[in-house]
T-cell receptor, first 115, second 111 residues
Framework: ETGVTQTPRHLVMGMTNKKSLKCEQH?????MYWYKQSAKKPLELMFV???????ENNSVPSRFSPECPNSSHLFLHLHTLQPEDSALYLC??????????????FGSGTQLSVL | GENVEQHPSTLSVQEGDSAVIKCTYS??????FPWYKQELGKGPQLIID?????GEKKDQRIAVTLNKTAKHFSLHITETQPEDSAVYFC??????????FGTGTRLLVSP
């Protein structure tokens, strides 16, 4: 186990549904990330939070809404998604940002299917 | 911005053979180059990384080499085993900010 837990592991939703992805890290890290992994594409950084503050929004559509209530928990709220949003959504954490000794720890992801 | 290209997209080897995966990057300022291994149903896991002030780094059967002049770096796996079968991703960044990943290499090690 990496110390980063994501739920649910699989999610199927219609385009009009609202759902949330949850991530929890037990590593005492201060930075948390959402990545999108689509087939045959590089991992795409979506959002970065450091000490609960959003430091990066990589031009993500507003139908994805992140929430970071504390340094251990990260949510991704989903509404009115499109079929092309179907992908594996990965959460990651690191001790801090921008330090040369940083390492990313990933969760196992939520496989999302939008019908 | 940074762009990372990774080759090959798939690689099949026999158990015991060596495997080499290559990546090129575009931003000469990048100074951090990690490699991640992703097994089926799991998230990527860091297996080795290298900083721009080092040309080579080894950890048991895996090694990474970096050529800053040519802007490419490679992952070398020796004495491959079936459990090495996975998707491997390279990445590059400046001071760990905004890691840019390659498209991945699916390695299959046949017994």
């Amino acid at each position: 186990e990496t110390g980063v837990t994501q739920t649910p592991r699989h999610l199927v939703m219609g385009m009009t549904n609202k759902k949330s992805l949850k991530c929890e890290q037990h590593l005492g890290h201060n930075a948390m990330y959402w990545y999108k992994q689509s087939a045959k594409k590089p991992l795409e950084l979506m959002f970065v939070y450091n000490f609960k503050e959003q430091t990066e929004n990589n031009s993500v559509p507003s139908r994805f809404s992140p929430e970071c209530p504390n340094s251990s928990h990260l949510f991704l709220h989903l509404h009115t998604l499109q079929p092309e949003d179907s992908a594996l959504y990965l959460c990651a954490s690191s001790q801090d940002l921008g330090d040369l000794n940083e390492k990313l720890f990933f969760g196992s992801g939520t496989q999302l299917s939008v019908l | 911005g940074e762009n990372v290209e990774q080759h090959p997209s798939t690689l099949s080897v026999q158990e015991g053979d060596s495997a080499v995966i290559k990546c090129t990057y575009s931003d000469s300022a990048s100074n951090y180059f990690p490699w991640y291994k992703q097994e089926l149903g799991k998230g990527p896991q860091l297996i080795i990384d290298i900083r721009s002030n080092v040309g080579e780094k080894k950890d048991q059967r895996i090694a990474v080499t970096l050529n800053k002049t040519a802007k490419h770096f490679s992952l070398h796996i020796t004495e491959t085993q079936p459990e090495d079968s996975a998707v491997y991703f390279c990445a590059a960044s400046l001071n760990f900010q905004k890691l840019v990943f390659g498209t991945g290499t699916r390695l299959l090690v046949s017994p």
